[in-house]
C-alpha cells in the first residue's frame, strides 16, 4: 500500500479549521482507495513568529522538502501587522514558495450550477464558466530589486528574465492542451518593458505549441472582460502581481472565495492551498467554508500524488454537497437547504466521498 508523506502547514486565523476539515475528507477517500497518509505538522506565520520568533522555521522548510506535498491553510491577522517586514508571516509565505521553487501557481475558477445565484453578476453570464488562471509565482514586482522605502518614498521593481516567462508560458500551454487550447497571456505591454519582454517570449513558446491558439491582453482590459464576458478565457497566463489581483476577482465568478482551490507546483514538492487569506474576521465561530482547502487537497491528490479516483471522488462530494442545499453561511443566502458548520460541511462531504462509487 502506498503511503504519502505530507507536510501540514494549519498558519493563523481560519486556516486551523479549514485543514481539519480536509485532513478529513482526506481519511476518508485514502481508506476506500487503498492508500495511506502520514501528516507531519509544522508552523508557519504568526503562529511561528510566537512560538520561534521566525514566520519560516527552518525545521518549516526542511519537512516540506521531505514530503510529496504540502497541504497549507493561511497566515496572517492583524496582531502581526506592525512587525518588521522580515517578520511578518507574509514574508514567511514569500520565502516558502521561493525556497521549495512552485514558481507556477494554478488557480481554477469554476462555477457550480448549484450555486449560480451566488455570484454578483447574472446567471447567464457565468454559467458554464470553466477557467484556469496560470499564474508565475516567484518572480515579478514581489521578489524584484530594489526594493525599500524611505520616510518620503517607497519603491519595488517589476523585473522577469526570459528563463522565467518561458517556464511559466510552458505551464499554461500544456496546461490548455489538457483542457480548450486556448492562452490568453495578460500583460500591459503598451507601458511596461518588463511586459514586453514578457509578450515576445510567450511568443517564442507558444510556436512548440501549434495547436494552442494564443491571444494577448492588456491587464486592465482582462479586469474588464472577466466581468462582462468570463466564458470567453479558458487559461489566462499572469504574471505574480496580476495573476494576484485577477484570480480574487475571478473567485467572485463562483460566489465566494471560501470555494477556490490553488495548487502551486514547478519544482519537486507542490503547495496546495485555498486561494482566500486566513479571514480573521470570522476564525474561530465555526463557519469558514472549508470546500476550497478540500478541493486543494483534491487538487494535491490529482497533481501531486496521481491519486485520479479518489481526487474525482472529492470532487463529486463537493458538487453532491452543493446540489443536496448544503451551505456554509458565506453562501447560505442561495438555494440552502440546510445552513452548516465549517466542520459539519467537512463530514458531509467526507462521507459523500466514502460512498462515492466512482
Ligand atoms: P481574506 O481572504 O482572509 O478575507 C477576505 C474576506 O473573505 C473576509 O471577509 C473573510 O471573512 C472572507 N473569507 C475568506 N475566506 C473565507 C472562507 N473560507 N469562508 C468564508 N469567508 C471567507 O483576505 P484579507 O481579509 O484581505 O486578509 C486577512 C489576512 O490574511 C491578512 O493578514 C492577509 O495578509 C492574509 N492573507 C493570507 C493569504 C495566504 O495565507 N495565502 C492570502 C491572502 C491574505
Same mark, same amino acid.
Given at each position: 500500500?502506498?503511503?504519502?508523506?505530507?507536510?501540514?502547514?494549519?498558519?493563523?486565523?481560519?486556516?486551523?479549521?479549514?485543514?481539519?476539515?480536509?485532513?478529513?475528507?482526506?481519511?476518508?477517500?485514502?481508506?476506500?482507495?487503498?492508500?495511506?497518509?502520514?501528516?507531519?505538522?509544522?508552523?508557519?506565520?504568526?503562529?511561528?513568529?510566537d512560538v520561534f520568533g521566525d514566520p519560516?522555521?527552518?525545521?518549516?522548510?526542511?519537512?516540506?522538502?521531505?514530503?510529496?506535498?504540502?497541504?497549507?491553510?493561511?497566515?496572517?491577522?492583524?496582531?502581526?501587522?506592525?512587525?518588521?517586514?522580515?517578520?511578518?508571516?507574509?514574508?514567511?509565505?514569500?520565502?516558502?514558495?521561493?525556497?521549495?521553487?512552485?514558481?507556477?501557481?494554478?488557480?481554477?475558477?469554476?462555477?457550480?450550477?448549484?450555486?449560480?445565484?451566488?455570484?454578483?453578476?447574472?446567471?447567464?453570464?457565468?454559467?458554464?464558466?470553466?477557467?484556469?488562471?496560470?499564474?508565475?509565482?516567484?518572480?515579478?514586482?514581489?521578489?524584484?530589486?530594489?526594493?525599500?522605502?524611505?520616510?518620503?518614498? @517607497?519603491?519595488?521593481?517589476?523585473?522577469?528574465?526570459?528563463?522565467?516567462? =518561458?517556464? #511559466? $508560458?510552458?505551464?499554461?500551454?500544456? *496546461?490548455? /492542451?489538457?483542457?480548450?487550447?486556448?492562452?490568453?497571456?495578460?500583460?500591459?505591454?503598451?507601458?511596461?518593458?518588463?511586459?514586453?519582454?514578457?509578450?515576445?517570449?510567450?511568443?517564442?513558446?507558444?510556436?512548440?505549441?501549434?495547436?494552442?491558439?494564443?491571444?494577448?491582453?492588456?491587464?486592465?482590459?482582462?479586469?474588464?472582460q472577466l466581468i462582462r464576458d468570463p466564458?470567453?478565457?479558458?487559461?489566462?497566463?499572469?504574471?505574480?502581481?496580476?495573476?494576484?489581483?485577477?484570480?480574487?476577482?475571478?473567485?467572485?465568478?463562483?460566489?465566494?472565495?471560501?470555494?477556490?482551490?490553488?495548487?502551486?507546483?514547478?519544482?519537486?514538492?507542490?503547495?496546495?492551498?485555498?486561494?482566500? @487569506?486566513?479571514?480573521?474576521?470570522?476564525?474561530?465561530?465555526?463557519?469558514? =467554508?472549508? #470546500? $476550497?482547502?478540500?478541493?486543494?487537497? *483534491?487538487? /494535491?491528490?490529482?497533481?501531486?500524488?496521481?491519486?485520479?479516483e479518489a481526487a474525482d471522488k472529492i470532487?463529486?462530494?463537493?458538487?453532491?454537497?452543493?446540489?443536496?442545499?448544503?451551505?456554509?453561511?458565506?453562501?447560505?443566502?442561495?438555494?440552502?437547504?440546510?445552513?452548516?458548520?465549517?466542520?459539519?460541511?467537512?463530514?458531509?462531504?467526507?462521507?459523500?466521498?466514502?460512498?462515492?462509487?466512482?
Amino acid at each position: 500500500m502506498a503511503t504519502y508523506k505530507i507536510a501540514l502547514i494549519k498558519g493563523d486565523g481560519i486556516g486551523p479549521e479549514i485543514i481539519d476539515e480536509a485532513v478529513k475528507v482526506l481519511d476518508a477517500v485514502a481508506s476506500t482507495n487503498g492508500f495511506g497518509i502520514k501528516y507531519k505538522e509544522v508552523l508557519m506565520g504568526g503562529i511561528a513568529y510566537d512560538v520561534f520568533g521566525d514566520p519560516l522555521p527552518q525545521e518549516t522548510i526542511t519537512t516540506a522538502m521531505e514530503s510529496d506535498a504540502v497541504l497549507f491553510g493561511a497566515i496572517g491577522g492583524e496582531k502581526w501587522d506592525n512587525l518588521p517586514r522580515e517578520k511578518r508571516p507574509e514574508s514567511g509565505l514569500l520565502r516558502f514558495r521561493k525556497e521549495l521553487g512552485v514558481f507556477a501557481n494554478l488557480r481554477p475558477a469554476t462555477v457550480f450550477d448549484e450555486l449560480i445565484n451566488a455570484s454578483s453578476l447574472k446567471p447567464e453570464i457565468i454559467k458554464g464558466v470553466d477557467l484556469m488562471v496560470v499564474r508565475e509565482l516567484i518572480g515579478g514586482i514581489y521578489f524584484g530589486e530594489p526594493k525599500g522605502r524611505d520616510e518620503n518614498k @517607497g519603491w519595488n521593481t517589476m523585473v522577469y528574465t526570459r528563463s522565467e516567462v =518561458n517556464r #511559466i $508560458a510552458h505551464v499554461a500551454f500544456k *496546461s490548455a /492542451m489538457e483542457r480548450d487550447k486556448r492562452v490568453c497571456s495578460i500583460d500591459k505591454a503598451n507601458v511596461l518593458d518588463v511586459s514586453q519582454l514578457w509578450r515576445e517570449e510567450v511568443e517564442e513558446v507558444a510556436k512548440e505549441y501549434p495547436e494552442v491558439q494564443l491571444t494577448h491582453m492588456y491587464v486592465d482590459n482582462a479586469a474588464m472582460q472577466l466581468i462582462r464576458d468570463p466564458k470567453q478565457f479558458d487559461v489566462m497566463l499572469t504574471g505574480n502581481i496580476f495573476g494576484d489581483i485577477l484570480s480574487d476577482e475571478a473567485s467572485m465568478l463562483s460566489g465566494s472565495i471560501g470555494l477556490l482551490p490553488s495548487a502551486s507546483v514547478g519544482n519537486k514538492v507542490g503547495v496546495f492551498e485555498p486561494i482566500h @487569506g486566513s479571514a480573521p474576521d470570522i476564525a474561530g465561530q465555526g463557519i469558514a =467554508n472549508p #470546500i $476550497a482547502t478540500i478541493s486543494s487537497a *483534491s487538487m /494535491m491528490l490529482r497533481y501531486a500524488l496521481n491519486e485520479i479516483e479518489a481526487a474525482d471522488k472529492i470532487d463529486a462530494a463537493i458538487a453532491k454537497a452543493l446540489s443536496e442545499g448544503y451551505r456554509t453561511k458565506d453562501i447560505s443566502m442561495y438555494d440552502a437547504k440546510e445552513v452548516c458548520s465549517t466542520s459539519e460541511m467537512g463530514s458531509i462531504i467526507a462521507n459523500y466521498a466514502a460512498q462515492c462509487k466512482h
